[in-house]
């Protein structure tokens, strides 16, 4: 990249510079010739001032021809021509000095020079220039000064200037490249190495962190790779920790199950209906953990349909708590329900809703302590249930984990550890598909809300 880079920046400035050169000689080609004419002509002029005066005494003589030479060689003018033509002449009246070579009679165009006084044109690489002198002549003739020569470089020492410049400008562009493409570069290569690792297994790799002030994409790709090496690390241990856990649920049931199966089999258990019983319940735990573990696979993997229609939820919520009723007065925990003003219609399923309160109130019957409040309202075009128990609380670094699997949290007794500890995962896969969110509030020592939102129907 670093390579491509130089080469690009260097490339465009080399480029530009051609194309810059390249437009302004093709310019300079096609005004060098109008430059040329003009410059021809004040020459012409220069001259014709020079023999206006004396443009009477210059004649064929060769000390005239002489005279001649050294006003135009003065005037820088080496190819010099002068005729004594009248406005009707279709051939010079007399010839003082030759034309230049290439340049007939014909092409002076008379008509132009008596009008504007003077006329120009160009030969095979070269141009000339005629002008009209003032001086007045016998017989309405007039004096016709006629210069010649090549074409002027309008660039001159400029094209050497420029290839200097031009020279130095591409020194810099290499300069600036090799610098710029570095400070580009370097970031990419470093997150290309701290990838590598992350995908080599080392997920506590990391790229030095931005400061916050920094705001272009290598600060923002930085962020982005420690963010996800974060997640992942954290992952990780959230799987090592989901598998812990779900080795240890299943092996406790699994020894009573294979102690009391023993025990009936060796005949040393003098309660064979005891142990039964614990078999059972046992058995029953398993199958629930295995259950859960099935649905929640279902659900990650979309495996699972949906039969939704129009229910009321706050009818929902009154028969899903009155489900649990016996239960909760065996605990000697009061259940309170707390319906919306009116109807709270949503588009759900109907069996997983009832499975969504099933999970919550379960939930809240571990960790209260006296009560649990079920309550139903409507919020800004959402119809909102609420399951609120006077536990022990979630403690902050916790709260954004609890829909997490088998998420422990530091805080949680002892003594209420059970179940699959899958329900909350389920809790929100299941909300999140029947398009509701599902949020926590809760502070430590002072109890724990549970809330699910359905966008209400028409």
């Known amino acids: 990249m670093q390579r491509r880079l130089v080469v690009t920046l260097v490339g465009v400035v080399v480029v530009g510079l051609f194309l810059a050169g390249l437009g302004t000689v093709f310019q300079a080609r096609l005004d060098r010739q109008s430059f040329t004419r003009d410059q021809l002509t004040d020459r012409a002029k220069s001259t014709t001032a020079f023999i206006d005066e004396t443009l009477m005494a210059i004649d064929r003589s060769p000390f005239g021809r002489e005279r001649l030479r050294r006003i135009t060689q003065a005037l820088g003018v080496s190819e010099f021509g002068l005729l004594i033509v009248n406005e009707t002449s279709s051939e010079p009246l007399d010839v003082l000095a030759a034309l230049p070579d290439g340049l007939d009679f014909a092409a002076l165009d008379l008509e132009e020079l008596f009008a504007n006084g003077t006329s120009s044109g160009a030969l095979e690489g070269r141009a000339w220039a005629a002008t009209l002198s003032k001086t007045s002549l016998p017989n309405e003739a007039a004096a016709i000064v006629v210069v010649a020569g090549e074409y002027d470089d309008a660039l001159g020492d400029a094209v050497r200037w420029f290839l200097f410049a031009a020279f130095a400008t591409i020194i810099l562009a290499v300069f600036v490249a090799l610098r710029l493409s570095k400070q580009m570069a370097q970031p990419i290569i470093e997150a290309t190495k701290t990838a590598g690792r992350l995908a080599d297994g080392d997920l506590t790799s990391r790229l030095p962190q931005p400061d916050p002030q920094e705001t272009d994409e290598a600060a923002d790709l930085a962020r982005a790779i420690n963010a996800m090496a974060a997640n992942l690390e954290r992952a990780r241990g959230v799987e090592r920790q989901f598998l812990l856990s779900v080795s240890h649920d299943l092996r406790t049931p699994m020894t009573s199950i294979q102690g009391y199966a023993e025990a009936l089999t060796d005949g040393t258990s003098t309660d064979a209906q005891r142990a039964g019983a614990i078999i059972l319940s046992e058995s029953r735990r398993l199958d629930r953990l295995v259950r859960d573990l099935l649905e929640l696979a279902r659900l990650d993997a979309r ?43 949503v588009n759900v399923d109907p069996d997983r809703l009832a499975q969504v309160m099933a999970n919550l109130i379960e939930n809240a019957l571990r960790y209260t302590t006296s009560r649990i409040t079920l309550g139903v309202a409507l919020e800004g075009g959402y119809a909102t249930l609420s399951v609120i128990d006077n536990g022990p609380g979630i403690a902050d670094e916790d709260l954004a984990h609890v829909f997490e699997r088998l998420y422990v949290s530091r805080h949680q007794p002892k003594n209420t550890e059970s179940g699959s500890g899958l329900g909350l995962a389920i809790v929100r896969e299941l909300v999140e598909a029947m398009e509701g969110t599902v949020q926590v509030a809760s502070t430590l020592g002072s109890g724990t809300t549970m809330t699910v939102s359905f966008p209400l129907l028409p």
């Open 303 to 345: 495996q699972f349909t949906m039969h939704q229609q129009s229910i009321d939820l706050s009818q929902a919520a009154q028969r899903s708590l009155d489900g649990f009723r016996p239960s909760a007065q065996e605990a000697d925990i009061d259940l309170v329900f707390s319906s919306a003003p009116s109807a709270a219609h």
